[in-house]
T-cell receptor, first 114, second 117 residues
Framework: KNQVEQSPQSLIILEGKNCTLQCNYTVSPFSNLRWYKQDTGRGPVSLTIMTFSENTKSNGRYTATLDADTKQSSLHITASQLSDSASYICVVSGRGSTLGRLYFGRGTQLTVWP | DGGITQSPKYLFRKEGQNVTLSCEQNLNHDAMYWYRQDPGQGLRLIYYSQIVNDFQKGDIAEGYSVSREKKESFPLTVTSAQKNPTAFYLC????????????????FGPGTRLTVL
């Protein structure tokens, strides 16, 4: 069964600290993996995308890693800011279907305290 | 501005009433999608459309209906047959449906929060 599991479910950190969010998936065949940021009451916004051959991708203070062999990804946030408080969703795209099916994790709710 | 708009942002409905959620995009995308988001759960696909006048059921289509008469519009009707309609509804669009490194990136609208009273 194609699944995407994220951990932790929620996380609280102090402003300026770093954190790492985890994503494990079983989707096969794999096409790409995206991390989205979703502010409360808003739609998700894409942060990074990685294909099978890529193992790291940065977007400002956000750095995503991918290990396609172990089917694991992480999102590292450096020097956190209050505006980083949001839900971070890992989304995996399958390959070989006409839908290009997306599989969504439940998200990690990050809260940054001053 | 290019993007996806959803309206209204908040919607209240009495039990037994149908209600239609609007989704419009000016990105010239072929594919459009409707998702439902509940607290603590991942997004679940309701319906999707690859082209005008065509749409397909997703994982949780029961109690919902859609139409795709224009490329830029994909309205979702929540019918009285939907037993638990209170949720956050997200519309998305992509350049095309299918795999690929970036061709299927979905861009999301701001969402509509539906509450059934």
């Amino acid at each position: 069964k194609n699944q995407v599991e994220q951990s932790p479910q929620s996380l609280i950190i102090l402003e300026g600290k770093n954190c790492t969010l985890q994503c494990n998936y079983t989707v096969s065949p794999f096409s790409n993996l995206r991390w989205y940021k979703q502010d409360t009451g808003r739609g998700p916004v894409s942060l990074t995308i990685m294909t099978f051959s890529e193992n790291t991708k940065s977007n400002g203070r956000y750095t995503a890693t991918l290990d396609a062999d172990t089917k694991q990804s992480s999102l590292h946030i450096t020097a956190s800011q209050l505006s980083d408080s949001a839900s971070y969703i890992c989304v995996v795209s399958g390959r070989g279907s006409t839908l290009g099916r997306l599989y969504f994790g439940r998200g990690t709710q990050l809260t940054v305290w001053p | 501005d290019g993007g996806i708009t959803q309206s209204p942002k908040y919607l209240f409905r009495k039990e037994g009433q149908n209600v239609t959620l609007s989704c419009e995009q000016n990105l010239n995308h072929d594919a459009m999608y409707w998702y439902r988001q509940d607290p603590g759960q991942g997004l679940r696909l309701i319906y999707y459309s690859q082209i005008v006048n065509d749409f397909q059921k997703g994982d949780i289509a029961e109690g919902y209906s859609v139409s795709r008469e224009k490329k830029e519009s994909f309205p979702l009707t929540v019918t009285s047959a939907q037993k638990n309609p209170t949720a956050f509804y997200l519309c998305a669009s992509s350049n095309r449906v299918g795999g690929g490194t970036g061709s299927n990136e979905q861009f999301f609208g701001p969402g509509t929060r539906l509450t059934v009273l």
